[in-house]
């Protein structure tokens, strides 16, 4: 709970993030973490984000997902006989 100037209290959501196998789609590993919005959250995932799928929940709800970034395939080597040298 965060006490605020005012005297008021405000309570943070508790979120939890979710890094998936990008070949199985099981769970990998999750973190939990606390954040003042679920705009907040989502921008405070995205920057945990290193290219593999991810699934950002609080409670039962389920925010946001960040699908896995292409793997960049491996550029066309051609060898030295192939291109008739």
Same mark, same amino acid.
């Given at each position: 709970m965060l006490?605020? #100037?005012? =005297?008021?209290?405000?309570? !943070? #959501? =508790? $979120?939890?993030? $979710?890094?998936? &196998?990008?070949?199985? =789609?099981h769970i990998d590993h999750r973190r939990e973490f606390l954040a003042d919005s679920d705009a907040a959250a989502i921008a405070i995932?995205?920057?945990w984000h290193a290219g593999g799928p !991810?699934?950002?929940w609080c =409670? &039962?709800?389920?925010?946001?997902r960040w699908e896995a970034v292409p793997l960049v395939p491996l550029p066309d080597v051609i060898s030295a006989d192939e291109s008739g040298r």
């Open positions: 006490r605020l #100037a005012t =005297g008021v209290a405000r309570v !943070m #959501a =508790g $979120y939890r993030l $979710y890094f998936m &196998d990008r070949f199985s =789609g995932a995205d920057g !991810m699934e950002l =409670g &039962d709800h389920k925010l946001h």
